[in-house]
């Protein structure tokens, strides 16, 4: 998939995760807006799970490999703030660049899309995903992160499954 197929698609997942937002938090669109702004954890961290989930959802329609996402971090402990990025763990079927690639591609458009919600094209972040791909063996042998899809200490929340 093109990166311009890619644009066009996150142009879409944004604008339903700031719907999701406003309907889970009963405001108004001024109103989300004015809040994630102004910095509000709240607001921040839900819009960083509606963007996981449309993310998810996204990748998952296309992409064969992808088995499961979790999200964790500031966005599942509610105080993402202006410069949180998105705490993900991909679980794949095996582990090759094109999971990697497309996500590369979706974060950088998220970003542009981040900065014109923020109202401030000067506002600096690397990166707005930070993902970290896992395969079965990660997991059943808890190496790298795949110790924490069962850790009772970082508990991950699961946001999409292809079960």
């Known amino acids: ?84 990025d998105i705490d993900l763990i991909i679980q794949v079927k095996c582990k090759n660049g094109e999971t990697k690639r497309a996500l590369e591609i979706l974060d950088s458009y998220l970003l542009i899309s981040y900065r014109i919600l923020l109202g401030n094209d000067e506002y600096r972040m690397n990166c707005m995903l930070d993902v970290h791909i896992v395969d079965e063996q990660d997991i059943k042998e808890r190496t790298d992160y795949g110790c924490l899809i069962s850790s009772q200490h970082t508990i991950p929340v699961k946001v999409w499954s292809r079960a």
Not at 68 to 80: E, I, K, R
């Open 1 to 84: 998939m093109g990166s311009l197929e890619h644009y066009q698609n996150i142009m879409k997942i944004v604008p339903e995760a700031i719907r999701f937002c406003c309907q889970k938090e009963h405001m108004t669109e001024e109103t989300f807006f004015r809040n994630l702004q102004a910095g509000d954890e709240a607001t921040h961290s839900r819009l960083r799970y509606a963007l996981a989930k449309g993310i998810s959802g996204y990748l998952g329609s296309f992409d064969d490999n992808l088995q499961s996402v979790y999200v964790y971090g500031s966005t599942m402990d509610d105080n993402a703030g202006l410069s949180s």
